[in-house]
Each structure stands twice: as structure tokens, then as C-alpha cells.
């Protein structure tokens, strides 16, 4: 889902300024650092001050990841390739899943690892889950095994910048299963420009997110909808290659999310007792929207509750709120909620069995029904005849029901009172304004741009 546009050597060295970070020596950043604009729209050396990630770990379902980039050696656990059966830690035949690791764990290199790139949680752990190469719109043959694995491996995100998927019911499980554990999985929304999500990132309980560009604005093919939760930096992203020393530059909503996968690793780190649901929360009444944007209605189809702003996320005083935030709760057994194949002939059959009892049962009542009426009849035919030769019976002047006689009338109720309408909550708002993190503001002379920052280093190590 990255949509690559190109794959880049890395050159020479290049002199892009001097910056002294904490411990770390005086270095000179390479070009491929100086291109990771979303560190500095995010300040990234206020947010490592607050946390690095450490002590969690990021499952990246992906292509698998190349431990051995010098970008990521020391960050990757083994993990497991569901292509060959081997780890997951092994240079594969494609990029993307490296890349992705990078974007959130990435530590760079050489002198102070002021060169190549460096992740927004860069002390947090990957767990690289390699899976096959699919198409979009495809079902992702083995997806639920590959969420039950990364649950089971100790991952407390779940990174998937994966296409679009039709969703089996054994996947939905797993995906409650993850829900249940306390796991975050963390869904792109895709780059079709579609106005609609697919199935996976529509499904209850994940953060599903869209790509913004340097002026935080919605990148014309990140798909949306109802559902979408964030929105990122996703347009111009410089990543690792899983070739060592070569790196990548693309658009779309895959780095975004891994962009959303690191702020979670960081706030995972600094609140350990936090719940998924109330980490989404901070990301959520953080957030952030460009100028002329403030007056939307969240959460807005296309930015979510708005762009993550993770030194804000780590240092506004946010009340923890509900167990599940702003997530909703997916459902264990999808197939009773939805129908599912099995689940829905049984209940199909059920009710055809149920169906065919109540039609005998009522023409049996019919029946008796009818030969009742015809009795009473014949009784009131009867009784009329004899009445017509003898007078009316004593105490009355009518027949059957009549006036005088035992005819029951009923009580009839007062008009029904209807209770008060249920009242409908409205969407949910981020309380606001939270002191800005001074991400994503235009630079002076240059409106729609992020201002300018020296080059980023990483901490002191």
C-alpha cells in the first residue's frame, strides 16, 4: 500500500546542520534524515524527552523485516515468516514491511546515528509477522492466525499497512481476541481515494488512518469514511529499504499508520496502565486539524478526529476516561451478529422448522374455531326460533348480548402514552483546546507549510 515512487541509494553525507542532542555527539545529519519532515513537525526531540517507546512492542504484519538494516539492527525480534515457516527477521522480496518497521522503531547510524532514518518510538521492539503478498480486495488468507500470533508473542500493537480485506469470520474473531487482551491494532485506510472503508479498517475496535501532507492536509487518495479514526503524515515519507543502505520515498496511507503504531508505542511506554481503548483516547483528544478546518464536525470522514500530535498526546493533562474510549467493542462471535454462512443456514433451517409448527398448530385452532361458531349459531338459531313462539326471556328484550342480557363488554384502555424519546448522544468531541505541541503550523512567508527545524537527532543513547 505504499505506492513507492522511488527507491534511493543513500548518497554521501550531507551537511545539513549541527545539532547537539542531550549525550550524543555533535554529528552531521545525512539527506535522508534531513527528508523525515514528520519529525520535525512533530518536535520530535521534546516527544524523547517524554518517551522513546521502550519496553513495548510493535507487531508489524507485513512483508517481512530486515533486522540486519543498520537502521533496525538490535530492534527486531525473530518473529515468524507465514510465507516459509521460518522468522520473520529475514530480508524478503519486498520493502514495505521493512519500511513500516523503520517509520516506528527505526534508530539510524553511524556517528551519534545521525544518519539514515530514525522512528518516532526508536526504543520500542518490532515483532515482524511476514505474510504472503495479496491483492486488494482480496481476503487475506490467514490474517486471523496472523493476529492470534502477534497477540500471543506479547505485541501490545498491532501495526497492519496492509490493502483493503474482505474479512472471514475466523479474522473477525481474532480481531476480538486482540480486543480482549488489551492489544491496539492499528489499520490503514487505503489509497484508492475511495469515499468508503474497506472491511478491515471498518471493523469495530480498530484505529483506522488516513494520510495528511506537510501542510496537514487530507492527500487526495487516502480513503475515507465514517469510521476513519486519525490521519498522519502520509505524502513525501522517507523510509528504510529492505536492502541495507538503501532507502525509500513514498505516498500513503501505510506510513501514516505506522506513524499512528509509534505514538502508541510511546504513550504505551510512558502510561503502562492505560487501557487500548484509553491510549486511542489520548491520540484522539490530542489530535489536530489545519486552518480553516476548526469548525468541523468530528469525528469528519475524511480527517478522523484530526492529525496525531504525539508531545501533545504525552503531555496534556487528559482525563483517562472509559476502558474503551473512543473504540467500540467488536463482537466475538461475528457470524450470530452478521449472518455468517454456517451460523446463517442453521438459523434459516431454525426458522423454517419453527414456521412449519406454527401453520399446522393454527389450522387445528381454525378448525375448532369454526366448529365452535357453528355451535354457538345453532344454539342462538335455536334459542331465536323458541323465543319467537314464547316471547322475549324474562329481564330483557334482546337476544344474545343484547340489552339486559350477559353480553360482556370490554374495558377499553385510555390512549396510549408514548414514553419520551430516547435521546440520541451527540459525536463524540474531543474536549479542547489542549496548549498546542506546535505541530503541523505554517511557516511564516510560506502559508501551508511546516516551519522550518534543523535536522533531528536521535537521543542521547
Not at 491496539?184 to 485506510?189: E, F, H
Not at 486511542?280 to 489545519?290: E, F, H, I, T, Y
Not at 378448525?367 to 344454539?379: D, Q, R
Not at 396510549?416 to 459525536?427: E, L
Amino acid at each position: 500500500m505504499s505506492f513507492t515512487r522511488t527507491l534511493r541509494a543513500v548518497g554521501g553525507a550531507v551537511m545539513a546542520g549541527v545539532l547537539l542532542f542531550g549525550a550524543a555527539p555533535t554529528a552531521l545529519a545525512d539527506q535522508n534524515r534531513d527528508d523525515q519532515w514528520p519529525l520535525k513537525a512533530f518536535d520530535s526531540q521534546g516527544v524523547w524527552k517524554e518517551s522513546t517507546g521502550k519496553g513495548v512492542t510493535v507487531a508489524v504484519i507485513d512483508d517481512p523485516v530486515n533486522g540486519s538494516h543498520p537502521d533496525l539492527t538490535g530492534n527486531v525480534l525473530p518473529g515468524k515468516s507465514f510465507i516459509d515457516g521460518g522468522r520473520g527477521d529475514r530480508k524478503g522480496t519486498g520493502d514495505h514491511g521493512t519500511g513500516m518497521a523503520s517509520l516506528i522503531a527505526g534508530h539510524g547510524h553511524g556517528g551519534g546515528n545521525a544518519d539514515g532514518v530514525m522512528g518516532l518510538a526508536p526504543d520500542a521492539k518490532i515483532l515482524p509477522v511476514g505474510r504472503p503478498e495479496v491483492g486488494v480486495g482480496v481476503e487475506n488468507s490467514g490474517l486471523g492466525e496472523w493476529i492470534r500470533y502477534a497477540v500471543d508473542h506479547d505485541a501490545s500493537i498491532i501495526n497492519m499497512s496492509i490493502g483493503p480485506s474482505l474479512l472471514t469470520d475466523s479474522d473477525k474473531r481474532a480481531l476480538a481476541y486482540a480486543a480482549q487482551k488489551d492489544v491496539l491494532v492499528v489499520v490503514a485506510s487505503g489509497n484508492s481515494g475511495e469515499s468508503k472503508l474497506g472491511d478491515l479498517a471498518a471493523n469495530p475496535g480498530v484505529v483506522s488512518v488516513g494520510a495528511v501532507d506537510k501542510a496537514g492536509k487530507v492527500w487526495a487518495k487516502s480513503n475515507s469514511g465514517s469510521q476513519l479514526m486519525l490521519s498522519a503524515p502520509g505524502v513525501e515519507i522517507t523510509s528504510a529499504s529492505a536492502t541495507a543502505g538503501q532507502y525509500r520515498l513514498a505516498d500513503g496511507t501505510s506510513d501514516a499508520t505506522a506513524y499512528v503504531s509509534a505514538a502508541a508505542a510511546l504513550l504505551r511506554s510512558k502510561f503502562p496502565d492505560l487501557s487500548a481503548g484509553q491510549i486511542a483516547n489520548r491520540l484522539v483528544k490530542s489530535a489536530g486539524l489545519p486552518p480553516g478546518q476548526k469548525g468541523l464536525q468530528l469525528p469528519d470522514s475524511r480527517y478522523g478526529y484530526g492529525f496525531i500530535q504525539p508531545l501533545k498526546a504525552l503531555t496534556a493533562d487528559i482525563s483517562p476516561g472509559s476502558k474503551n474510549g473512543p473504540l467500540k467493542t467488536p463482537q466475538a462471535d461475528p457470524a450470530a451478529d452478521t449472518g455468517g454462512t454456517t451460523a446463517g443456514n442453521d438459523n434459516q433451517q431454525a426458522s423454517g422448522q419453527q414456521e412449519e409448527g406454527i401453520g399446522t398448530g393454527a389450522i387445528v385452532g381454525i378448525a375448532v374455531g369454526v366448529l365452535v361458531v357453528v355451535a354457538i349459531i345453532v344454539i342462538a338459531v335455536v334459542r331465536q326460533k323458541k323465543n319467537d313462539r314464547n316471547g322475549p326471556p324474562p329481564g330483557g328484550s334482546g337476544g344474545f348480548g343484547g340489552p339486559g342480557g350477559p353480553g360482556f363488554v370490554p374495558q377499553q384502555p385510555g390512549p396510549y402514552q408514548h414514553p419520551a424519546p430516547y435521546q440520541q448522544p451527540g459525536p463524540y468531541q474531543p474536549p479542547g483546546p489542549y496548549p498546542h505541541s506546535g505541530a503541523y503550523q505554517p511557516q511564516p512567508g510560506a502559508p501551508g507549510t511546516f516551519p522550518s527545524a534543523p535536522p533531528v537527532q536521535p537521543p542521547g543513547q
